[in-house]
């Protein structure tokens, strides 16, 4: 995945997330905020959390990528990096209900289990907490080009270059991962599409077709080659029991005075 960053629809398609992820982060509060993989696009750094972790299942050091500068006055904390963080995705050492925010960037596509790793996802996260995802839609070009690079593979007539998105992971679709996130509880807040440009491996050809992006986000949404999600975990069933019971006894006591004051002024 960090090597296909470096082309140029890697580098097209890192600039979109970094902005979305950049707003999306920005003004989520608390004291612990986590991202899981891909190390080189750096999610949480609009983020004001004093505790940060940037979590990967493998020892390997990104390359280091030119990375798209914030926009509409959102800045980078200068000091206190985020901290490196190794461990598998399923497993989290983290406690139960100790992180605020969860950034997922592709990290369920490469999971060796996607849904345990929701799972602990919904497992750390704090009521009310947020988890923002990105990843590959497979209903758009990019993902139809995929599949037939695939196809192409699996008759053993085209190679690795025939396959236009990095080649490991399966890719989730929009809805699907909506009715994931529903059955664990979290409530979607945001979800968008991005990147409606054609499959092409030239920067040039990407840089014309520029004029598809606003044209796509208002005729065809739903077919952009990449999603994003912000849903926010509720905890349903709580309820202030005591408040209640007060409420109720102050009720039968009014009604009581009021029989009372009733029954005098008959006598």
């Known amino acids: ?75 980078t904390l200068p000091a206190e990096e985020p901290v490196a963080l190794f461990c598998e995705y399923d497993a989290l050492p983290f406690p139960q209900h100790s992180v605020d925010l969860v950034v997922l960037p592709h990290a369920l596509e490469l999971a060796r289990d996607p849904h345990q790793t929701l799972r602990e996802v919904e497992r750390v996260l704090v009521p009310e907490g947020r988890v923002v995802i990105a990843g590959f839609n497979p209903a758009s070009l990019w993902g139809l080009r995929q599949r037939g690079g695939r196809a192409l593979r699996g008759m053993g007539v085209g190679r690795d270059r025939s396959l236009y998105l990095p080649r490991a992971g399966d890719f989730i679709g929009y809805w699907r991962l909506r009715d994931w996130l529903r059955l664990l509880g979290f409530e979607v ?22 004029w598809m992006d606003p044209v796509g986000d208002r005729w065809w949404p739903v077919l952009g080659a990449v999603y994003f999600i912000v849903a926010v975990k509720r905890v349903r069933g709580m309820r202030l029991v005591g408040l209640v019971k007060n409420e109720r006894r102050k009720a039968k006591a009014g009604a009581a005075v009021v029989a009372n004051r009733e029954v005098e002024m008959e006598v």
């Open 1 to 75: 995945m960090g090597a296909w960053l470096q082309t140029a629809p890697g580098r097209y398609l890192l600039e979109w997330e970094q902005d979305r992820l950049d707003h999306a982060v920005a003004d989520a509060f608390g004291f612990h905020a986590l991202q899981l993989g891909l190390p080189e696009l750096e999610g949480l750094r609009a983020n004001r959390m004093p505790h940060r972790w940037v979590a990967t299942d493998s020892f390997v050091v990104p390359e280091a990528l030119v990375l798209p500068p914030p926009r509409d006055g959102l800045t």
């Open 189 to 210: 807040e945001v979800g968008r599409f991005g990147c409606w440009r054609p499959p092409f491996k030239s920067e040039r050809w990407l840089e014309r077709c520029a």
